[in-house]
């Protein structure tokens, strides 16, 4: 398949972003009645693998779209070969005015120092500090090993109920709590949702654990197909959000919109509008 954006998608992202100050998402984020003055403390950015059809000069154009400077990089838009170009292309990306904030999702299925290292490596010569990752219980010592040499933390993703090692964050804590500091979780919302676990609760649990958050939302919290815009399904945004502000939660956001992958802006969009409709329901600029 052709790998653009019709000429209706981009005139419907540029409506929903006009209009995502003004319309439902305030409504439908709880209602707020008055202009936000604080900086959010809720760090809103991409993981590019939604954008997964699309070149780096296309993702790299939605990305200013969205107004949005965080983003996940996903090998797809940074190849990890050969390894003496990682570090030009993303200082192409930061030169664009991006900052790289994790890489992944990486995955360790070899219990082997080199190919544990040549991630690393990656990791390190992007200038990338957290690696959203899926080792297995197995190989999970050896990967902690180098988080410890190459002082890059390692987020977990769980990936839900078809995840033989990690449906749930509350299964990654479990083995990490007693582990090296950097090492903790990418909390994916929807897998969470899936795995039977209360995201909302979840937040609170893994607490510092926390690295990194997957934002998406579902139309059946326990179907994995049913993923809508956010603001669209039964995710708990707010209260997802209330949690994080109440940890203190130092990390992103990022939106990782799985569908519609040949014409995601629009999904986007609406998601990202809902989004900072919810921040200003809670009096932050979003």
Request: glycine share 8%.
């Amino acid at each position: 398949m052709k790998n653009y954006v019709s000429r209706r998608s981009v005139l419907r992202a540029s409506a929903a972003l006009s209009a995502s100050a003004l319309f439902n998402p305030l409504a439908r984020a709880g209602g707020f009645s008055g202009a936000p003055d604080a900086p959010s403390p809720i760090r809103l950015g991409i993981a590019s693998y939604t954008f997964r059809k699309f070149n780096d000069t296309q993702l790299i154009e939605f990305m200013k779209q969205l107004k949005t400077p965080y983003l996940n990089l996903k090998d797809t838009h940074l190849p990890m070969t050969p390894l003496d170009q990682v570090k030009t292309k993303a200082d192409e990306y930061r030169a664009a005015g991006f900052k790289l904030t994790a890489a992944g999702t990486i995955y360790f299925p070899k219990d082997e120092d080199d190919d544990i290292r040549m991630k690393f490596e990656y990791c390190k010569a992007a200038g990338i500090p957290i690696i959203v990752g899926a080792p297995t219980h197995q190989t999970i010592g050896r990967v902690e090993k180098f988080v410890k040499q190459y002082d890059i933390k390692l987020a977990i993703h769980n990936h839900g109920t078809e995840d033989k090692e990690w449906p749930s964050p509350l299964d990654v804590l479990k083995v990490v709590k007693n582990m090296d500091p950097r090492m903790g979780c990418c909390i994916d919302v929807g897998h969470t949702m899936r795995a039977g676990t209360d995201p909302v609760e979840a937040v609170h649990l893994v607490g510092p654990r926390l690295f990194d958050m997957h934002m998406k939302d579902l139309a059946d919290g326990k179907v994995k197909e049913s993923q809508v815009a956010v603001g669209e399904g039964v995710m708990p945004v707010r209260d997802i959000f209330k949690a994080l502000i109440a940890i203190k939660y130092p990390g992103n956001v990022d939106l990782e919109y799985e569908i519609k992958e040949n014409d995601p802006m629009p999904g986007v969009v609406e998601s990202f509008a809902y989004m900072r409709g919810v921040l200003a329901g809670l009096g932050y600029k979003g």
